[in-house]
């Protein structure tokens, strides 16, 4: 789970990937999901799957559960 690092805008984005570090310069440059562009991120959680389909089942469900979702940037 990424964090937008403007402190103005509380912006967040769920994702999987193989490439933790790619993925968030991706996203740092401009590349990575539409969603994610004009932005800086930081990373603020994080879990390791090693079956993709239990990583994207609980993308998911991290996207659908807000109040996981405000618990994990308040606390970052």
Do not use: Q
């Amino acid at each position: 789970m990424l964090k937008s690092v403007n402190n103005k805008i509380t912006k967040s984005y769920v994702g999987y990937t193989n490439n933790l570090n790619l993925r968030l310069k991706k996203h740092n440059t401009g590349k990575g999901a539409k969603s994610t562009r004009g932005y800086k991120w930081k990373i603020i959680y994080k879990k390791r799957f090693y079956d993709k389909r239990l990583a994207m089942k609980f993308e998911y469900k991290l996207k659908k559960d807000k109040i996981i979702r405000k618990y994990l940037l308040s606390i970052n």
